[in-house]
């Protein structure tokens, strides 16, 4: 059975960012001040495409761009590149595909092909901009997608020609692209050397000529009339240095032109020759993602912005903002329909909201969709299946599983003002680090968290008093003071609660009310990772080293590293699990300790690339890699399988064994996974 010797948990603060996980449940304020009851959305486990897979929730996240195909199907993007999709116009989504390898490909634009059923193409930035992105094409409804275009190009903006079928136009970095042959190769149409004409963040095409093109860049919008020959500035009217998020012509006039900047809404009637800022919304909601106009009443119109949807019934003459300040609105589509318009609203948070009374009120519609960001997930590690976690965009509140994840409830009581980082399990409860450096322990008995002090004694000399007989020596006193060093690992071990700091090594111990500096020699002060070997024993990583040494007597020895083993990342010691040596990750690998003190790279089928620390399930191992795998050996390493697919695959954050049987995953892009390997049939 699994056996729990020692809770290690260390925080990474790497070139990725960090790496998040989360629960299940959506607590959302909606539209007209109107508030929603605190629904547990999951009370049973939705089995996912792969064998073995299950999603814990929870359901809704961040939308980034949406599309309606030809055949009525609405498309969904994401910022980790995937696509979902919906048969049913918005009601229940599922997931469709993946936009290239990387896991960071976000999605900005989806355009339909009009002509042909299951034709899309994307445009495309990855969030590590060193590798830019690119216009990719999927022929089976977003299922699969391959690179058409523009590759290596941070690809921003996307649209087609009304009037000229085989003619695109893309925005990007470095300029405007199009492509004259239905996307099959593509040219630069604005001057390279020009730094005007770069940074594109949105576009329209006239939807009367292909040559009259209008570009919105990161200062002030552009246009072309004889297809990027010529390019004229259009900025007349506009406050200086705004930035164009979103460009949107008339569809009855293609001569009044809607404009969204960090300035506010503008509006031109001429074609972009003059603009006039439009009222109604304030100023604080100068981002304007996005303005969508309603084909079926062209007087309606949308803006998402960064404080909420907002909605015009009269050409942007005034507007009412449709749902709360505090929702952050990234993309709508509106569906037409035979009793009127169906309005779809991606939120940064809340996934989709739905609405078909001209958004005068909205319903959650995220069945199948999934894309949660959490920033942390715990265990208790006396019962494994009580879990508690902290989502993004559920008001900053923690949310407790008693099932393993299978359902969710409100923590009920409130967490410290001060914001936190982490949630961390132990024997003696929940803890949580703060941000402004510090730890704070729940105390069930009174309901609410309590900061638990680090107090450092300082000695200091007293000068003696003068003798003329003898010499006397100084005496010795302590000066106490508190200190707020930033936790970098949190360890329990033989009843006590050591933590690895930026500050040193400190220690709980049991029956004690504050964290005191524990003795540590020759250490480097700042320790980044800490795991237990046996009773007061303990491992270290500092200033990518290895130690070891007794958390006591303060003796700590320094021993090799693997050579050319880069970063190093987790040390465990697996002898107290089952007798096979310390394991070791870094950023080439994960390496094993061999009896005769030499280090072996652990091969045949893992990957050399840095990882999380391990969970155990007797022989059973599972690590999470950086490329976003997730691998087990069924035999203590020295065989290793991949077990993660495409539908499921995205960085993960941490991994808890519950049993044998299954583990538990927690997702930065998928929320909360479960893996059995019953289900696949590998017991």
């Known amino acids: 059975m699994f056996r729990v010797t020692a809770a290690s948990i260390k925080f990474n603060h790497g070139p990725e960012g960090e790496i998040f996980f989360g629960p299940v449940l959506f607590l959302a304020r909606l539209f007209s001040g109107v508030s929603f009851l605190v629904l547990v959305l999951f009370s049973m486990a939705v089995p996912l495409v792969a064998q073995g897979w299950q999603g814990l929730g929870p359901p809704g996240g961040n939308v980034i761009s949406f599309a309606a195909g030809a055949d009525g199907t609405a498309y969904l993007g994401t910022p980790d590149g995937h696509v979902f999709a919906s048969a049913d116009r918005g009601e229940r989504w599922e997931i469709r595909g993946r936009v290239g390898l990387r896991l960071d490909a976000v999605v900005q634009a989806i355009v339909a092909d009009s002509t042909k059923r299951s034709r899309l193409l994307a445009a495309v930035r990855f969030q590590d901009s060193a590798f830019g992105g690119g216009v990719f094409e999927s022929v089976d409804g977003g299922r699969h997608w391959k690179i058409v275009g523009l590759a290596g190009e941070v690809v921003r903006t996307l649209d087609r020609a009304p009037s000229d079928p085989q003619m695109w136009v893309a925005g990007a970095r470095s300029g405007v692209f199009r492509s004259a042959n239905d996307g099959k190769s593509w040219e630069r149409i604005t001057p390279a050397e020009d730094p005007e004409l770069q940074n594109v963040d949105s576009l329209a095409i006239d939807p009367t000529s292909p040559d009259v093109i209008y570009v919105g860049t990161y200062h002030l919008p552009w246009k072309t009339t004889d297809g990027g020959k010529n390019w004229t500035s259009i900025a007349s009217g506009m406050i200086d240095d705004s ?21 506010g809404i503008y509006r031109s009637e001429d074609a972009g020759a003059s603009w006039i800022k439009l009222q109604g919304i304030p100023y604080l909601s100068r981002r304007t993602q996005q303005i969508v106009q309603d084909p079926q009443n062209p007087g309606i119109l949308y803006a998402a912005t960064t404080a909420g949807l907002w909605q015009t019934a009269d050409y942007g003459e005034s507007w009412k903002r449709m749902s709360p300040a505090d929702a952050v609105a990234n993309a709508v589509l509106v569906l037409p329909g035979p009793s009127g318009s169906r309005v779809l609203a991606g939120m940064e948070s809340q996934g989709v909201l739905l609405s078909d009374d001209a958004a005068n009120s909205f319903r959650v519609s995220n069945d199948g969709f999934s894309h949660r960001v959490a920033s942390s997930l715990a265990a208790d590690p006396g019962d494994l299946k009580h879990l508690l976690a902290a989502v993004e965009g559920l008001l900053d509140k923690l949310w407790e599983s008693r099932d393993g994840g299978l359902s969710w409830n409100r923590f009920p009581f409130e967490v410290p003002a001060r914001s936190f980082t982490h949630i961390l399990g132990s024997t003696q409860g929940w803890w949580i680090s703060l941000a402004t450096g510090g730890i704070a322990h729940f105390d069930s008995v009174k309901g609410k968290w309590a900061p638990i002090n680090f107090r450092e004694r300082i000695p200091q000399i007293r000068p003696a008093e003068k003798s003329s007989h003898s010499r006397s020596t100084p005496p010795i006193k302590h000066r106490a003071r508190i200190v707020f060093p930033h936790v970098d690992s949190f360890l329990e ?9 930026d500050d040193g090594l400190w220690d709980l111990a049991p029956e004690q009310l504050e964290f005191r500096r524990l003795p540590a020699k020759n250490i480097p002060k700042s320790v980044d990772y800490l795991s237990a070997t046996s009773l007061h024993s303990m491992l270290a990583l500092a200033k990518n080293e290895i130690w070891s040494g007794d958390i006591v007597a303060g003796n700590w020895v320094k021993f090799e590293p693997p050579s050319a083993a880069g970063r190093l990342n987790w040390i465990v010691d697996v002898s107290r699990v089952q007798q096979c040596g310390r394991l070791l990750g870094t950023d080439h690998g994960v390496f094993r300790l061999l009896p005769d003190g030499s280090w072996q790279l652990l091969s045949n089928g893992l990957p050399a690339i840095p990882s999380l620390p ?6 059973d ?14 035999d203590s390493g020295s065989s290793w399988q991949r077990l993660d697919d495409d539908s499921v695959q995205g960085k993960i954050a941490a991994l808890i064994a519950q049993n044998p049987a299954s583990v538990v995953i927690a997702s930065q892009s998928e929320g909360l996974l479960r893996y059995s390997l019953t289900a696949r049939g590998a017991h």
Do not use: E, Q
């Open 614 to 619: 391990p969970a155990f399930a007797d022989s």
């Open 243 to 263: 930035d164009i998020m979103s460009l949107r012509i008339d569809a009855k006039n293609p001569r009044r032109i809607f404009s969204s900047a960090c300035s």
């Open 493 to 501: 071990s033989d009843g006590r609660i050591v933590v690895a700091t």
């Open 621 to 634: 191992w599972f690590i999470a890699m950086a490329n976003g795998g997730l691998y087990h050996s069924f």
